[in-house]
Nanobody, 127 residues
Framework: QVQLVESGGGLVQAGGSLRLSCAAS????????MGWFRQAPGKEREFVAA???????????DYAGSVKGRFTISRDNAKNTVYLQMNSLKPEDTAVYYC?????????????????WGQGTQVTVSS
């Protein structure tokens, strides 16, 4: 079992920045690929970013096209935490953001690939 708790959401003006954190507890954090998803009101949950690493500690990350170049996902295995740095925020980034973990190597792009989810943190971007 892995427990995930997100934090760092809030209200920000367009063009501003926020950093989301996802603290993990339970089984070995470093063995899991991690991802961020978001869900806006009336819309389906969508992939935002994913990160994983291989046996030589090389980190791999990928992003949805809508956030590429503005968001950065990172992880600190010593702190059992994954981050999502969000810059140049737009009103269309407004959503509840969820972090998730999956026990397989590789990047996960769909929600069905993930076994564990946090409770979500609200991000609101005003125009």
């Amino acid at each position: 079992q892995v427990q995930l708790v997100e934090s760092g959401g809030g209200l920000v003006q367009a063009g501003g920045s926020l950093r989301l954190s996802c603290a993990a507890s339970g089984r070995t954090f470093s063995a899991y690929g991690m991802g961020w998803f978001r869900q806006a009101p009336g819309k389906e949950r969508e992939f935002v970013a994913a990160i994983t690493w291989n046996n030589d500690y090389t980190t791999y990350a990928d992003y949805a096209g809508s956030v590429k170049g503005r968001f950065t996902i990172s992880r600190d295995n010593a702190k059992n935490t994954v981050y999502l740095q969000m810059n140049s925020l737009k009103p269309e980034d407004t959503a509840v953001y969820y972090c998730a973990a999956h026990p397989d190597c590789g990047l996960g792009y769909t929600g069905s690939e993930y076994d564990y989810w946090g409770q979500g943190t609200q991000v609101t971007v005003s125009s």
